[in-house]
């Protein structure tokens, strides 16, 4: 059973940057294909990034392409979100997602067996 805590959310305004990180309880946490979804106000829960378990390829959705960096560490067992010029359309909770695999990408949250409790982030406007 793989535990995943996200931290680093929180409010900022349009245009702004925030890092979100995920840490893994897991030691063969190198071996897990992890990924970001996020789920704005009323809406379902959306693919944002993944990235291969040895972190030499990353896949965006298109609405964050170019703003967001999917990055990890296997030494550290954690995950981070780079999210640039942030737009209010960002606004929701988002989660880190794992599954052990190195199939690659994985951008459907069926393909995930493994969630962390979520973090809010806010962009005003």
Same mark, same amino acid.
Request: hydrophobic share 40%; proline share 0%.
């Given at each position: 059973q793989v535990q +995943? !805590?996200?931290s680093g959310g929180g409010l900022v305004q349009a245009g702004g =940057? +925030? @890092?979100l990180s995920c840490a893994a309880s897991e030691d063969t946490f190198s071996s897990y294909a992890m990924g970001w979804f996020r789920q704005p106000p009323g809406k379902e829960r959306e693919f944002v990034a993944a %990235? @291969?378990?040895s972190g030499d390829m990353t896949y965006y959705s298109?609405?964050?392409k170019g703003r967001f960096t %999917?990055? @990890?560490d296997?030494?550290?067992n954690t995950v981070a979100l780079q999210m640039s =010029? +942030?737009?209010p359309e960002d606004t929701a !909770?988002?989660?880190c997602a794992a599954r052990r695999s190195s199939y690659f990408p994985l951008i459907k949250r069926a393909e995930y067996d493994y969630w962390g409790q979520g973090t809010q982030v806010t962009v005003s406007s």
């Open positions: +995943l !805590v996200e =940057s +925030l @890092r %990235i @291969r378990w298109d609405s964050v %999917i990055s @990890r296997n030494a550290k =010029s +942030l737009k !909770v988002y989660y």
